[in-house]
């Protein structure tokens, strides 16, 4: 009887709090003090949790390309700031605010994008702390 009770423990336990550490916060991905405005042409659009992301092609200082991929709040985050799946369109010109990755990669957590008729949209990932 104790090791069901034990099985059923471990199974509980590893259901109910591991799921959390997958989700990363802010600090440990993002640096609050390292801005950035992208303008550039949407490739791609991934209406998932727990988080969306888009994929935006962006001209480099350099002249070179450079992708970049952008976090913001969830499908349900956006749709409550005024999001539709039709505000933001591939091949759509939008411009980004947000802050880069610690890490250097092409990675942005959004602040805001604004679409193409002008529109300031609240990527639902709010201020960090």
């Known amino acids: 009887m104790k090791t069901k009770v034990a099985v059923l ?3 509980m336990f590893a259901t109910t709090v ?13 640096d ?7 303008n550039g042409t949407v490739t791609n659009i991934e209406w998932t949790n ?15 390309v ?8 969830s499908p349900n ?7 539709t799946r039709s505000a933001v369109k591939v091949g759509d010109v939008v411009t980004v605010d947000g802050w880069r990755a610690k890490d250097g990669a ?7 994008m604004t679409t193409p008729d002008g529109r ?9 702390r």
């Open 18 to 30: 591991v799921p959390t550490f997958a989700h990363h916060s802010f600090a440990a991905e993002y």
């Open 50 to 64: 727990p988080h969306a992301r888009f994929y935006v092609v962006v001209m480099g200082e350099d002249g070179k």
């Open 106 to 112: 092409n990675l942005v957590n959004a602040k805001t």
């Open 120 to 128: 300031k949209l609240s990527a639902g990932t709010g201020e960090p």
């Open 9 to 11: 423990f471990v199974v």
């Open 66 to 73: 450079v992708n970049w991929e952008i976090e913001s709040g």
């Open 77 to 83: 985050q956006l749709a409550r700031n005024g999001w």
């Open 32 to 38: 609050i003090k390292s801005t950035v405005t992208l």
